[in-house]
Antibody, heavy 122, light 106 residues
Framework: QITLKESGPTLVKPTQTLTLTCTFS??????????VGWIRQPPGKALEWLAV???????RYSPSLKSRLTITKDTSKNQVVLTMTNMDPVDTATYYC??????????????WGQGTLVTVSS | DIQMTQSPSSLSASVGDRVTITCRAS??????LNWFQHNPGTAPKLLIY???SLQSGVPSRFSGSGSGTDFTLTISSLQPEDFATYYC????????FGQGTKVEIK
């Protein structure tokens, strides 16, 4: 059974850096074809893809947020870490991590974690 | 970015109804379209991948169709556990999602 769980601060101040950790089980990020991605959902708004990292350390970022994001993996700990710099109240959202199946056009996120709500406020 | 537009944004339906949700891409995405179901406080769930392939474990009352720019998710007979928000997502380019369709009880 594959599970993923997000962890990190629930509250950050504007201009601070957010660090979120995705801890997963049931698969290895050293297996060919495997990826882990991050997606967020601001309250009352749509889902927004942020970043993905693959088994070969290939990394892809949302073009609109690329300058603020860094994604890394620790294969030995089964963890993926996302950092987002210069946080703003508009970044308030539930942040999800998910396994990425496939690395090309015929790919999808499944399964997902339960998400963690991050509020940006002074 | 490829923009994904869903319609309607919400709908009211009764148990047993046939429900159809539409997703339109701002450019052709071939069949690279996925559908998710989401309830507040839970993990989004993949229903359909590659426009029409049913994810393992998903009930057969869910089906997807379409290619190019126009896609459809159909629930053949709505069940109580199907009241949720549904999202389409394209995987042709950097992933983008539709704004969601909330299916509510009539």
């Amino acid at each position: 059974q594959i599970t993923l769980k997000e962890s990190g601060p629930t509250l950050v101040k504007p201009t601070q850096t957010l660090t979120l950790t995705c801890t997963f089980s049931g698969f290895s990020l050293s297996t060919s074809g495997v990826g882990v991605g991050w997606i967020r959902q601001p309250p009352g708004k749509a889902l927004e893809w942020l970043a993905v990292i693959y088994w070969d350390d290939d990394k892809r970022y949302s073009p609109s947020l690329k300058s603020r994001l860094t994604i890394t993996k620790d294969t030995s700990k089964n963890q993926v870490v996302l950092t987002m710099t210069n946080m703003d109240p508009v970044d308030t959202a539930t942040y999800y991590c998910a396994q990425k199946y496939g690395s090309g056009r015929g790919s999808w996120f499944d399964p997902w974690g339960q998400g963690t709500l991050v509020t940006v406020s002074s | 970015d490829i923009q994904m537009t869903q319609s309607p944004s919400s709908l009211s339906a009764s148990v047993g109804d046939r429900v159809t949700i539409t997703c339109r891409a701002s450019q052709s995405i071939s069949i690279y379209l996925n559908w998710f179901q989401h309830n507040p406080g839970t993990a989004p769930k993949l229903l359909i991948y590659a426009a029409s392939s049913l994810q393992s474990g998903v009930p057969s009352r869910f089906s997807g169709s379409g290619s190019g720019t126009d896609f459809t998710l159909t629930i053949s007979s709505l069940q109580p556990e199907d009241f949720a928000t549904y999202y389409c997502q394209q995987s042709y380019d950097s992933p983008t999602f539709g704004q969601g369709t909330k299916v509510e009880i009539k």
